[in-house]
């Protein structure tokens, strides 16, 4: 594996408020390396749009630290950017396309020249060098989301965190839009964090999948996919071994429902759990 | 339907209403003799002289230069008190309160205090003015910045939008169609106490011409006042419509695709 880029260790996240604590998450370890593509899937309310805001710099975990390129993160690192999955919520509509894109490029204070090459660079990477000056509530719901996927192409990161970014898009769309990114990552070099609930989704972008648990959440499994590099919906997901893996990984989910973090740390780790038997809250603030 | 006859019809349907009304008064009152309400003919024919004249000046001009600089002041602290007590919970808990009764005295009311401290010059007009119409724009500067998109803000807080950068890339634009509504109720009331803080004390204005007129039986006079603040209430409000149509066209639009999905 290449060098560790991204490096979360031991984070816990538990919301406390109006007499009771929420623990959403709860002792998350892992690395990324640079240029890896990783997805991170997990049952529904299992705390993954926290682990990534937590990665993202705009949630402080209760205890752990997460580590991007040797320094700590402590607020949003100018070396990442995030894709949310509200498209339609994270794109500024009283700015145009382009408008969007550019902005935190103003905010970087790159002059005009480097921020129109970035811009249309960008806007053409993801097939939408026609429409830079609509706005986005113009757009279909797939192409806000190429915008939003643009503005943070545009911004040059290191780092890219995708939090479900197509759960909201139709099949068709969506498949266009894995393919994008797969091919953004040849071409850029950059590194992917990729959160989604949907099993095939993780298995057919990743090189790796993280398999969380139910909330609080642990990771359950760290899988390599060795699926080819070259990926094709038709070829790859008809594939033995795409079902192989993406059986593997139902089974875990599977398993990950029924036995919620507590009990898969008592049961694998064997720590004293005085959190057992109560039951758990989904916390995950995204669902 | 072609756009010169679509704009026709448009106007059309605008101007049937006035048109009829204007005329229906224009008949009613040809032949009267009541001393208070003249003909109309003879009002219009006093409007050209009693105001395209030194008035314009000696009248007309202060009362909206007053205008102007009650309303600016009024938006100017509106927007910039709203958004302070709009970002941090605490300030618009402990204020809440007291904005709300202050909210309620009818702005009227405050004329007769104002005036005794601040006299009853230009200033104290102003004030009056601002006094009354900042609360509209206040109260919707505070809803619509409490009302920013959680996912814009942390979209802005990932791209190093902080600060003065959030304030005017994310926070304004974000509240502004609630801003421009307040600022558009502000801006009647706004004339409303131009017109009365003028009829209270003071040696020139436009509703101090009115309540002469009135006192010195000059009524068709007066009825051509009437008709002048009525037309500089439209024009305004018109240039207003304007305004917000350029201004918050990307809201309308949005709006507009909103509901076409839902």
């Known amino acids: 594996m290449t060098q560790p880029l991204l490096d979360v260790a031991g984070v816990q996240k538990t919301y406390t408020g109006s007499g009771r604590t929420v623990e959403a998450v709860r002792d998350l370890t892992f690395s990324v390396g640079d240029g890896e593509l990783v997805c991170i899937v997990g049952p ?103 915008v939003a996927i643009a503005r943070a192409v545009a911004y040059e990161p290191k780092v890219l965190l995708m939090d479900e970014p197509f759960a909201a898009v139709d099949a068709q769309t969506r498949a266009d839009l894995e393919d994008l990114i797969r091919s953004l990552w040849h071409k850029l070099g950059v590194t992917i ?86 039951p758990t809250v989904a916390a995950d603030p995204g669902h | 339907m072609n756009p010169v006859l679509r704009w026709g019809r448009t106007l059309g349907f605008a101007l049937t209403l006035p048109v009829i009304l204007v005329t229906l008064w224009w008949v009613w009152s040809a032949d009267s003799t009541n001393y208070y309400a003249p003909p109309l003919q003879t009002i219009l024919t006093t409007f050209g002289d009693v105001w395209f004249s030194e008035r314009l000046r000696a009248d007309v001009l202060p009362s909206v230069t007053r205008l102007a600089i009650g309303y600016t002041g009024a938006v100017v602290v509106g927007v910039g008190l709203g958004v302070l007590l709009g970002a941090n919970r605490t300030l ?36 009056v003015i601002v006094s009354g119409a900042v609360w509209p724009v206040l109260l919707n500067t505070v809803e619509g910045v409490r009302a920013v998109d959680d996912v ?93 149509r350029r201004s918050l066209r990307w809201y309308h639009g949005l709006r507009r695709s909103q509901r076409g999905e839902n």
């Open chain 1, 44 to 146: 529904s309310g299992a705390g993954k749009t926290t682990l990534l805001k937590c990665i993202a710099g705009l949630l402080e975990p209760t205890a752990g630290t997460v580590t991007l390129a040797g320094a700590r993160v402590d607020g949003p690192p100018e070396a990442m950017a995030v894709v949310f999955q509200e498209y339609g919520r994270s794109l500024y509509p009283w700015l145009t396309v382009e408008g969007n894109v550019e902005l935190p490029l103003k905010q970087k204070k790159l002059d005009k020249a480097r921020r129109r090459e970035l811009v249309r660079d960008a806007l053409e990477a993801v097939g939408l060098a026609d429409v830079h000056s609509a706005y986005p509530w113009q757009l279909s719901g797939g192409m806000q989301q190429r």
């Open chain 2, 92 to 127: 618009r808990r402990v204020t809440e309160p007291v904005l709300e009764f202050f909210r309620a005295i009818p702005p009227p009311a405050l004329i007769p205090i104002l005036f005794l401290f601040a006299g009853i010059g230009d200033t104290a007009k102003v004030i």
């Open chain 1, 193 to 278: 964090l990729f959160v989604t609930h949907d099993i095939d989704e993780s298995v057919y972008l990743g090189q790796r999948v993280l398999v969380l648990s139910s909330s609080p959440t642990v990771i359950m499994e760290d899988l390599t996919i060795d699926l080819p590099d070259e990926r094709t919906q038709l070829e790859t997901r008809s594939s033995p071994r795409f079902a192989d893996l993406r059986g593997h990984v139902y089974e875990q989910i599977q398993l990950a429902k029924h036995r919620k973090g507590d009990q898969h740390q008592r049961d694998e780790v064997a720590t004293g759990s005085h959190r057992a038997g109560q």
């Open chain 2, 152 to 244: 814009l803000s942390d979209t802005s807080r990932s791209y190093g939008i902080t600060g003065l950068a959030r304030l005017r890339h994310l926070v304004l634009p974000a509240a502004s169609p609630q801003i421009v509504a307040g600022m558009r109720q502000a801006l009647s009331i706004s004339i409303i106490l131009m017109v009365i803080s003028e009829m209270f004390a003071s040696t020139n204005g436009l509703g101090f011409s009115v309540i002469q007129f009135q006192r010195s039986f000059a009524i068709p006079e007066m009825w051509s006042g009437i008709l002048l603040l009525g037309l500089l209430g439209f024009v305004l409000s018109l240039l207003f419509q304007l305004f917000e």
